[in-house]
């Protein structure tokens, strides 16, 4: 398996406009998660799904990010519009519901909002 | 307010010997604890984990160490290695919940 890819790698764009982060997990794996790196904060969650379903979103900062999952191998991170205090590094990561040792993820997309 | 707290942003040792890098909590329902590890450009990865029934797990030349009294854990790299160097977070879960917490991370500079 190639493991959970991300794309893009790097993506500036200017405040206000939107922002599409990608993600496709592990096959075979259930369980899906967005975080955010900042130096501030180092590693925060966002969102994650169960199944295609989103369970807990209470870390998505505010209305203008969103997350979907339409099928067990693609999920969508939004931001619209995005501002300059978005800049971070965004991983995604799957595990699998029997796997107790954490998740695998990503080589993470670098936002930069300008 | 963060549950999970790595107050040394930056640790340097020099190869060969012992690298040790702390982390504290606060939440009392933590229960399972691991640390991951960072190069630049990549994921991070999985390291070691220990469960809270235990207060050491060893691997290699990686141990983490518990004290669930103090809520407190520590992971010793013993010999330190040069390849070693990255960033370094501490990760921590409560019962069967999947998400995992992070502290901030600390950036491990082992110098030949």
């Known amino acids: 398996d190639a493991g959970v890819i991300q794309s893009p790698r790097h993506e500036v764009t200017e405040m206000g406009q939107e922002v599409t982060l990608r993600c496709k997990p592990i096959?075979?794996?259930?369980?899906l998660f967005w975080y955010r790196q900042t130096m501030m904060r180092g590693l925060e969650l966002l969102i994650y799904?169960?199944?295609?379903?989103?369970?807990?979103d209470s870390g998505m900062p505010e209305d203008r990010f969103s997350a979907k999952m339409p099928n067990a191998s693609f999920s969508t991170l939004k931001i619209q519009p995005s501002e300059p205090r978005d800049s971070a590094v965004y991983f995604c990561?799957?595990?699998?519901?029997?796997?107790?040792?954490?998740?695998?993820f990503g080589s993470g997309t670098r936002l930069t909002v300008v | 307010d963060q549950q999970v707290k790595q107050n040394s942003p930056s640790l340097s040792v020099q190869e060969g010997r012992i690298s040790i890098l702390n982390c504290d909590y606060t939440?009392?329902?933590?229960?399972?604890f691991l640390w991951y590890k960072k190069y630049p450009a990549e994921g991070p990865t999985f390291l070691i984990s220990i469960s809270s029934i235990k207060d050491k797990n060893e691997d290699g030349r990686f141990t983490v160490f518990l004290n669930k009294s103090a809520k407190h854990l520590s992971l010793h790299i013993v010999p330190s290695q040069p390849g070693d160097s990255a960033v370094y977070f501490c990760a921590a879960r409560a019962g069967s919940a999947r998400q995992l917490t992070f502290g901030s991370g600390t950036q491990l500079t082992v110098l030949p």
């Open positions: 096959s075979g794996h259930d369980y």
């Open positions: 799904f169960n199944n295609n379903v989103p369970i807990d």
């Open positions: 939440n009392s329902m933590f229960d399972y």
């Open positions: 990561a799957s595990s699998f519901r029997l796997d107790w040792e954490g998740y695998t």
